[in-house]
C-alpha cells in the first residue's frame, strides 16, 4: 500500500528579518509571493498574504494583526477569511479595491500613515494600485511587493513583465523613491517575490546605493522578459 500524503505539508514558521519583521515562506496561490509581518506596538501590520494554513493561520491569531496590506493585485488570496478570522483591517490602494467586493476595506489614493514609523506610498507601474510600504526602523526598510524585485546577482530592479500595466509609470515611480528617501532612510529592501535571488539573505542591504545606481533611461527601453 502507498502512504497517504498528508493534507498538509509540515509547517514551517515564518523567519526572523529584523527583530520587528518576519517574512513567511513564498505562497503558491500568489504566484511565490512573499508575505511580511511587522511587530508594532500600535499593532501589526500584515503584508500582502501567506499561505491560509493552519500553521500560519494560528500563528497569525497567537501574533494578531491589525492591518492587512496588499501591496498590489497579484498579492490577494483568501482575504476575505483573514479579515473574518483575524478581525483586522484591509488597506489596498483605491484602484484595485474593487477586486474586493463585499469585503470592507480601507482605500487610499497617494499615501496613507499606518504608524508614526509605516507609511504606504502608491507606486503604480507594475498594476495600476501597485504600493510599497516604509518602515522607518533598522535604517530604514522598504516593503516593496513586486514593484522592485531582486534579479539573479540580488539587486533590486523594476521588472518589465508582459502583464506590466504601465511601464514608463513605474520608472517614474523608482525616481520618486530615489527622490524621496536617502542613504540614512533607506538601508534595506523587502522584495513582495524572486526571494531566491537573495541567496540566503534575508534583505536587500544598500538600498538606496543600489537604487541610485539604476540607470531608469535604459531601464525605459527595456523589453517585456515574460
Given amino acids: 500500500m ?3 500524503l498528508p493534507l498538509h505539508p509540515p509547517f514551517k514558521p515564518p523567519r526572523s528579518v529584523f527583530d520587528t519583521v518576519l517574512a513567511f515562506p513564498p505562497n503558491r496561490e500568489t504566484l511565490g509571493g512573499t508575505a511580511y509581518l511587522i511587530l ?3 499593532g501589526n501590520i500584515l503584508i500582502d498574504c501567506p499561505a491560509w494554513e493552519p500553521g500560519n493561520q494560528a500563528f497569525l491569531q497567537e501574533k494578531g494583526v491589525r492591518w492587512l496590506f496588499l501591496t498590489h493585485r497579484g498579492a ?3 482575504v476575505k477569511e483573514m479579515q473574518e478570522t483575524l478581525g483586522c483591517e484591509v488597506l489596498i490602494q483605491e484602484q484595485e479595491a474593487y477586486l474586493l467586493p463585499g469585503i470592507p476595506v480601507t482605500s487610499f489614493q497617494q499615501e496613507f500613515s ?3 514609523s509605516s507609511q504606504v506610498i502608491w507606486t503604480c507601474g507594475y498594476s495600476p494600485g501597485s504600493s510599497c510600504l516604509h518602515y522607518a526602523q533598522a535604517g530604514g526598510i522598504l516593503f516593496s511587493g513586486r514593484h522592485l524585485l531582486p534579479n ?3 539587486e533590486p530592479v523594476p521588472l518589465r513583465i508582459s502583464r506590466t500595466f504601465h511601464w514608463r509609470r513605474q520608472i517614474g515611480n523608482v525616481q520618486k523613491l530615489r527622490d524621496r528617501f536617502s542613504s540614512e532612510t533607506l538601508q534595506y ?3 513582495g517575490a524572486s526571494t531566491g535571488f537573495l541567496r540566503g539573505e534575508r534583505a536587500i542591504d544598500r538600498a ?3 537604487l541610485m545606481q539604476l540607470d531608469l533611461q535604459a531601464c525605459l527601453q527595456a ?3 515574460l
Fill in 2 to 4: 502507498t502512504a497517504e
Fill in 208 to 210: 538606496y546605493e543600489q
Fill in 40 to 42: 508594532e506596538n500600535t
Fill in 152 to 154: 539573479q546577482q540580488g
Fill in 76 to 78: 490577494i488570496a483568501h
Fill in 114 to 116: 499606518l504608524s508614526a
Fill in 189 to 191: 529592501i523587502c522584495p
Fill in 223 to 225: 523589453r517585456p522578459i
